[in-house]
T-cell receptor, first 112, second 115 residues
Framework: DADVTQTPRNRITKTGKRIMLECSQT?????MYWYRQDPGLGLQLIYY???????NKGEISDGYSVSRQAQAKFSLSLESAIPNQTALYFC???????????FGPGTRLTVL | AQTVTQSQPEMSVQEAETVTLSCTYD???????LFWYKQPPSRQMILVIR??????QNATENRFSVNFQKAAKSFSLKISDSQLGDTAMYFC????????????FGKGTRLSVIA
């Protein structure tokens, strides 16, 4: 969905480096999410935010942190990247708790 | 905790045929939402169809329809007149209808449409 953008689309980094993945949306949604996708495991929730002041851990938050800079922006950071964080990362947004989630195009991250 | 199970890791279908993908879920909630998402090779996650648990009528979107069996906690996706562009991973997802809870995904079914 072009209304949800992620940068970068692909990134290769080295173990121990700090990296930030960014998500922006023009849908005007309050809720934003970060998911991780590994082959054969579906999508797992890392963090989610229901508004600028509300941030919650998901099922696999260890090793990650987030920042909700504005309603439209939600960033995911890996403070010290490790190889098992190699995965596809998705940002998603929704208007409220009954709403469908709309996904960005994903960021493929490789940690060497 | 809610769980979503897709028991078919891979499936294939001939072009123009019909295929059904299975999904079961476990919940004690009475109000919830179910979704099917498609992920083609481009890796974009695309909403295929959505079903509200309080609605008895099965959702339909063009060639895509669901068979929602609430008592059995089953939510299968039927794709009619399969097209090559339907080749993708398909994910079933569950969301509670109350409170602030995000999506729970199944592990996906890889569908190949063969010419």
């Amino acid at each position: 969905d072009a209304d949800v953008t992620q940068t970068p689309r692909n990134r290769i980094t080295k173990t121990g480096k700090r990296i930030m993945l960014e998500c922006s949306q023009t849908k005007g949604h309050d809720r934003m999410y970060w998911y991780r996708q590994d082959p054969g495991l579906g999508l797992q929730l890392i963090y989610y935010s229901f508004d600028v002041k509300d941030i919650n851990k998901g099922e696999i938050s260890d090793g990650y942190s987030v920042s909700r800079q504005a309603q439209a922006k939600f960033s995911l950071s890996l403070e010290s990247a490790i190889p098992n964080q190699t995965a596809l990362y998705f940002c998603a947004t929704s208007a409220d708790y009954t709403d469908t989630q709309y996904f960005g195009p994903g960021t493929r991250l490789t940690v060497l | 905790a809610q769980t979503v199970t897709q028991s078919q890791p891979e499936m294939s279908v001939q072009e123009a045929e019909t295929v059904t993908l299975s999904c079961t879920y476990d919940t004690s909630e009475s109000n919830y939402y179910l979704f099917w998402y498609k992920q083609p090779p481009s890796r974009q996650m695309i909403l295929v169809i959505r079903q509200e648990a309080y609605k008895q009528q099965n959702a339909t979107e063009n060639r895509f329809s669901v068979n929602f069996q609430k008592a059995a906690k089953s939510f299968s996706l039927k794709i009619s007149d399969s097209q090559l562009g339907d080749t993708a991973m398909y994910f079933c997802a569950f969301m509670r209808g109350s409170g602030n809870t995000p999506l729970v995904f199944g592990k996906g079914t890889r569908l190949s449409v063969i010419a």
